[in-house]
C-alpha cells in the first residue's frame, strides 16, 4: 500500500482533472445527458401525436417524472453500494427498451393504461448520468489530483457541471423537434434509445467507473432534522415547487396550443427558445454584482417570468409564443441558480444532502402535478385556458420570493457561495456529492 502510495505522489503533481479521467471522458459524459433530456418533451410530443389526447400525454409526462422520482434514489442507493457500471449498464439497457417500446405501444390498440405503464418505465429507468458524473469528477479530484489544487478544481468542476446539464436540456427539446418535424413522432424516442444504447453504455464503461468512493473515519456532525422544517428552507424548497410548476404547466399548454393549430411536433423547439436564455443568464450569473444580493435577483428574476407569462397567455400565434418564452428563459436560468445558491447557503449542518434533494424533488413533484393538472384543463375547457396556468405557476415563484424578502433574508447573507474551500471542506463537500446521486440541477 505504502509503495503504491509513493509512487502515485510523483504523478499527482501534474496531474490534471483532464488527464486523470481522460481525454473521452467529457465528451462521452456530455452527449450520455442528451436522452434524459428528451424524455419529457418526447413522450408528450409522441402520446398527443399518437393518441390525440393532450390530457393523456400531459398525465404521461407526470407518470414519467414521478418514476424518476421514486425509483432514481433507489438507483443513487445501488450504485454507492455495488458500484456505477452495473447499476448504469442495466437501468441503460432498460430504458432503452422503454423507449422503443413507447414508440411501438403509443401507436398500438392497447389501452391508454399500457401507455402509462411503459411511461413510468421509461422515468424509472433513467440513467442518472449528471449526479454520478459528478460524483466521479470529485473523487478523481480527491484521490489524483494535488491537494493544494484540490478545491479551486472542485469549484471549476462544479461550475462545468452545471453549464454542461443546463446545455442538454437546452437543446435536447430542440433535438426532439427537429427529429418530430422532420420524420416522425416516434423518431425522438427512437434517437434517444440509441444515444442511451451507445453512449450511456460507454459512460457506463469507461475506466473512472472504478474510482472508489471517498470515505472518511471521522463522524459526520448533523444538525437536528427540526432545522429542515424552519421557514428559511421551506420557503426556498416552496420556489422550487414553483420552478416545477411553471415547467409543467408551459410545456403542456404550449402543446396543446400548438396541436390545435396543427403544429404539436414543433412544441419542442419553441420549448427550447426558453432554454437558451435561461442557459446564457445562468452561465453569467457570476457576473452580477456583490450588492444584487441573492433575494433581490430571485424577486426580479420571478417578476421577469410572471411577465413573460402574461404575454404568454395573450400570444395569440407563434411568433407571440417565441418572444414569451425567449424572454421567459431570461427570467427562469437565474432562478433556478438563486434557489441553489440560497439552499446551500441555509443547509443545516450536514444536511445539505437532503435540502439539495428537497428541492429536485419538489421540481418533480411540481412539474409532473402541473403536467397532468394542464393536460386535463386543455382537455376539458381548451388551449386557451390552459395557456393561463403558467401565470399561476410564475405568481407561486414570485410569491414565495417576497416571503423571503420579508422573513427569510438576514442581513449577513451573502450574495454569492462560491467562496474558495480549504482542503477539509473539500473532503466534507464531496462527501455530501456522494450521499446526493440523484441531484438534478
Do not use: C
Not at 442507493?77 to 442495466?90: C, F, K, M, S, T
Not at 444538525?223 to 422550487?240: C, D, I, N, Q, T
Not at 427558445?273 to 452580477?288: D, E, H, P, Q, W
Not at 414570485?398 to 427569510?408: E, I, P, S, Y
Amino acid at each position: 500500500m505504502t509503495t503504491q502510495h509513493t509512487s502515485r505522489a510523483p504523478q499527482q503533481q501534474g496531474t490534471t482533472l483532464f488527464r486523470a479521467a481522460g481525454p473521452a471522458y467529457f465528451p462521452i459524459a456530455f452527449i450520455a445527458r442528451f436522452p434524459f433530456a428528451m424524455m419529457v418533451v418526447g413522450t408528450l410530443t409522441l402520446v398527443v401525436s399518437a393518441r390525440e389526447s393532450i390530457a393523456l400525454g400531459g398525465l404521461n409526462s407526470a407518470v414519467v417524472g414521478l418514476g424518476s422520482a421514486l425509483i432514481g434514489p433507489l438507483l443513487g442507493a445501488a450504485a454507492d453500494r455495488i458500484g456505477q457500471r452495473p447499476v448504469i449498464l442495466l437501468a441503460g439497457i432498460v430504458n432503452s427498451l422503454a423507449l422503443l417500446a413507447l414508440a411501438v405501444v403509443a401507436f398500438s390498440s392497447l389501452p391508454d393504461l399500457a401507455v402509462l405503464v411503459v411511461g413510468f418505465l421509461i422515468g424509472a429507468s433513467s440513467p442518472q448520468i449528471g449526479p454520478f458524473s459528478r460524483t466521479r469528477l470529485v473523487q478523481l479530484i480527491l484521490t489524483r489530483l494535488p491537494s493544494g489544487r484540490r478545491a479551486h478544481s472542485l469549484n471549476g468542476t462544479m461550475g462545468y457541471e452545471s453549464a454542461a446539464d443546463e446545455t442538454a436540456f437546452v437543446f435536447g427539446p430542440l433535438v426532439v423537434g427537429l427529429l418530430a418535424t422532420t420524420l416522425n413522432p416516434a423518431a425522438p424516442m427512437i434517437g434517444a434509445a440509441v444515444l442511451t444504447l451507445v453512449f450511456v453504455t460507454a459512460f457506463a464503461l469507461h475506466p473512472t467507473a472504478k474510482v472508489a468512493a471517498p470515505t472518511t473515519e471521522e463522524p459526520v456532525v448533523q444538525a437536528p432534522a427540526r432545522e429542515l422544517r424552519s421557514l428559511r428552507v421551506l420557503v426556498v424548497v416552496a420556489g422550487a415547487l414553483g420552478v416545477g410548476l411553471f415547467f409543467g404547466t408551459v410545456l403542456t399548454s404550449l402543446t396543446a396550443f400548438l396541436s390545435d393549430s396543427g403544429r404539436g411536433d414543433s412544441a419542442g423547439l419553441v420549448y427550447g427558445v426558453m432554454g437558451i436564455g435561461s442557459t446564457v443568464l445562468a452561465l453569467g450569473i457570476t457576473l452580477f454584482p456583490a450588492r444584487f444580493r441573492l433575494y433581490a435577483r430571485w424577486l426580479v428574476f420571478s417578476s421577469l417570468m410572471l411577465a413573460s407569462m402574461i404575454g404568454f397567455g395573450l400570444a395569440g400565434g407563434l411568433s407571440g409564443l417565441i418572444w414569451a418564452m425567449a424572454v421567459a428563459g431570461i427570467g427562469i436560468g437565474p432562478t433556478i441558480v438563486t434557489l441553489y445558491s440560497l439552499a446551500a447557503e441555509r443547509s443545516p449542518q450536514g444536511r445539505s444532502a437532503t435540502v439539495m434533494t428537497m428541492l429536485g424533488s419538489a421540481t418533480i413533484v411540481g412539474q409532473s402535478a402541473a403536467s397532468a393538472l394542464t393536460g386535463a384543463v386543455a382537455e376539458s375547457s381548451g388551449s386557451q385556458t390552459a395557456m393561463w396556468l403558467p401565470v399561476g405557476a410564475a405568481a407561486f415563484v414570485l410569491l414565495a420570493a417576497v416571503v423571503n424578502a420579508l422573513t427569510g433574508r438576514e442581513p449577513g447573507e451573502s450574495a454569492s457561495p462560491t467562496h474558495e474551500l480549504s482542503d477539509e471542506e473539500v473532503r466534507a463537500e464531496a462527501r455530501t456529492l456522494a450521499e446526493l446521486t440523484t441531484e438534478h440541477l
